[in-house]
């Protein structure tokens, strides 16, 4: 998927629509005990969005 942002192309890499239903996993996956080791960290949940954005 591409769009516009701010003059510049960006690819998305996940080519599809964000759900509320991935947040929700995140937000599972980071209260459960398997994310224990996990800690003062930043977890983004945007389908590769953010790592082809130039800021």
Same mark, same amino acid.
């Given at each position: 998927?591409?769009?516009?942002?701010?003059?510049?192309?960006?690819?998305?890499? !996940? !080519? $599809?629509?964000?759900?509320?239903?991935?947040?929700?996993? !995140? @937000?599972?996956?980071?209260?459960?005990?398997? !994310?224990?080791?996990? $800690?003062?960290?930043?977890? $983004?949940?945007?389908?590769?969005? $953010? %790592?082809? @954005? %130039?800021?």
């Amino acid at each position: 998927m591409d769009l516009e942002l701010k003059g510049k192309k960006v690819i998305i890499n !996940a !080519a $599809t629509r964000g759900l509320g239903r991935r947040i929700a996993d !995140a @937000v599972l996956y980071l209260a459960s005990a398997r !994310a224990s080791w996990i $800690t003062a960290d930043n977890l $983004t949940v945007d389908g590769g969005f $953010t %790592k082809n @954005v %130039k800021y």
